[in-house]
C-alpha cells in the first residue's frame, strides 16, 4: 500500500480542464490565476499537452512570443527556459532536465511522470470509441463525461492554440453525453440520463444539455420536477442570453403536457390547487416566462372570439444617453424595481413576467392602445426616482380579431 501511494504522489499532477493547477508530492506549485497566465506557466502547458509528438522552436516561439517583437527569439526561449526550470526545481521537484532538446524540437522528461487530465480524458473517450460491448462502452463514457472539468485552459482565450483545444475536447464532451445518454435511453435507465443531463449542464452552461434530463424526468413521470426545470430554464437563458431554450426542451415540454394526468377530484378541489393563495395577493399577476406565453395564447384566442382588443406591452430600461442597459449590477436593482413599479400599476386582471436583463411584459386584456398611455405615467412615477436620467422605453402591440399584430413605440 505504501509503495502505490508512493508511486502516486511522485507523479506530476497537471489540470488543464476547467483551470491549471499542477502539483507534485502533494504540494500545489501552480495554480493562482495570476500565475496561470505567466510565460513559465505557458511554457509547461503547451510542452506538457505535447509532451509525445514534442514542439518545435519555430513553433514554441511562435506560441510564446506571439507577434510581439522580440529582438532575439532564440536568446529569449532559452531565457524562458532557464527560468521555467529554476522554478520547477524550487518547487521541489527532483533536479533532472526537465525540458530536452532534440534536433530543434523541445519534449518534456520522461523521468518525471505525468497525470494530465485533459490527456485522460481523451485517452477515456477513444477507449469508449473502441469498446464492442455496450456496458463496458457505456462504463467509457460516463467516465469521460465526469472526468471533463470544463474548457481547456479558459483562462488563455488570446492564444489560438488553447482556444482550438478548447473547442475540440468540448465537441469530445458533447460526443461522450449524447452516445452515453443514447446507451441509457436504450437500457431505460432514466435516473442516470437525468444526472448525466444535470453534470453536462452545471459543467457546460448554455449548451442545451437541459434537454436531456427534461427528457429523463418526463420519461419517470416526475412531472413537478420537469415543470419546475422548464420554467427555470427558460429564464435563465432569457437572463443570461435574451434568448430561447433550443426545440428539444420545448418539445419535451409539449410530452410533458400530453403525460400529466390527475387522480378522480371533485370540481371544488380542482379549483382550490388552480386558485392557491391568489386571492391574497394585489396587483397584476407575476409568473414566469412559460405561464405569461400560455397565458397570452389563451388572450389572443378570446380577443379573436370576443372581439375584444387586447395589450401586449414590453418595458426595457434605457440609460441616460436613451440606450438599453444590458449589464451590471446597478441593472439588476432596476430590473426588480422594475418588475415592483409594474405590479403595483396594473390590475388584478392584468398579467407581468421578467423577460431577460432589463425588460419585462404586460398583458393587458380588454385594453386598446390608447389606455396604455396611463400605465406608463403609473409606471414611471412608481420607476423614476428624483432626477435620475433613467427611463423607460414602451413598446405595444395590439391583438384584434383578423389583424396582424401593430406596435407602437414610446418613452
Known sequence: MTAIGEKTEQKLLVKMLGGFSMSYNGKMIAGSSKSSISQNNALLQILIHSREKGVTR?????????????????????????????????????????????KDVFYWTDEIEVEEDAYEFEKLHREAEQETDPARRLDCYLKACYHYDGDFLPMQTNNVWAVRESIRYEEMFSDCVEKASGILRQMQDFNRMKELGQYASAIAPLSDWESLTMEALVRMRRYDEAVRLYECTVNYYLDELGIHPSGKIVEW?????????????????????????????????????????????????????????????LCTILDGKGNPMKDGSVLERLSERLIESACASVDRCDTICSYGKGQCLILLPNSAKEDCVLLQQRINSRFIVGRQRISIKYDISQMKPGDKPTLRKSS
Open 58 to 102: 519555430d513553433r514554441l516561439e511562435e506560441l510564446l512570443f506571439g507577434d510581439r517583437e522580440v529582438d532575439n527569439a532564440h536568446h529569449s526561449l532559452r531565457s524562458v527556459i532557464y527560468n521555467a526550470k529554476k522554478y520547477l526545481e524550487k518547487a521541489g521537484l527532483p533536479k533532472v532536465n526537465y525540458i530536452i532538446s532534440d
Open 253 to 313: 415540454f409539449e410530452h410533458l403536457a400530453k403525460g400529466i394526468s390527475h387522480q378522480h377530484t371533485a370540481l371544488t378541489d380542482i379549483r382550490k390547487d388552480l386558485e392557491g393563495d391568489d386571492d391574497s395577493c394585489e396587483g397584476g399577476y407575476l409568473c414566469s416566462y412559460p405561464v405569461f406565453q400560455g397565458i397570452y395564447r389563451s388572450a389572443k384566442r378570446v380577443s379573436e372570439r370576443t372581439g375584444s382588443p387586447s395589450c401586449l406591452v
